[in-house]
């Protein structure tokens, strides 16, 4: 079982920064894909940034160029640079690990209980 607790969420003027961090329990974090997304009011949730198990990252046309993901295998964190920040960025964030399982082989897909990340002046 894999635990994931995010943190570094707040209220942040439009054209700030904020960093996401999400901690990872469980000896599988260097082996598993991480990922942010995010779920605004009355919206489906969509996906932020991703970071593979090595250094390969996908973004968000979104917050490409504002955002990057990066992750710290001996911390077991991964964390969320957010930059240039605008009201449209406001949601909850959620950490996501996914990692195969090596007894059934299929992806196992794990959440933390989210962050809420404000955008206003």
């Known amino acids: 079982q894999v635990q994931l607790v995010e943190s570094g969420g707040g209220l942040v003027q439009p054209g700030g920064s904020l960093r996401l961090s999400c901690a990872a329990s469980?000896?599988?974090?260097?082996?598993?894909?991480m990922g942010w997304y995010r779920q605004a009011p009355g919206k489906q949730r969509e996906l932020v940034a991703t970071i593979g198990s090595g250094t390969k990252t996908n973004y968000a046309d979104s917050v490409k160029g504002r955002f990057t993901i990066s992750r710290d295998n001996a911390k077991n964190t991964v964390y969320l640079q957010m930059n240039s920040l605008k009201p449209e960025d406001t949601a909850v964030y959620y950490c996501?690990?996914?990692?195969?399982?090596?007894?059934?082989?299929?992806?196992?897909?794990?959440w933390g209980q989210g962050t809420q990340v404000t955008v206003s002046s």
């Open positions: 469980g000896s599988i974090f260097s082996r598993s894909a």
């Open positions: 996501n690990a996914k990692v195969v399982n090596a007894y059934t082989l299929k992806m196992d897909d794990y």
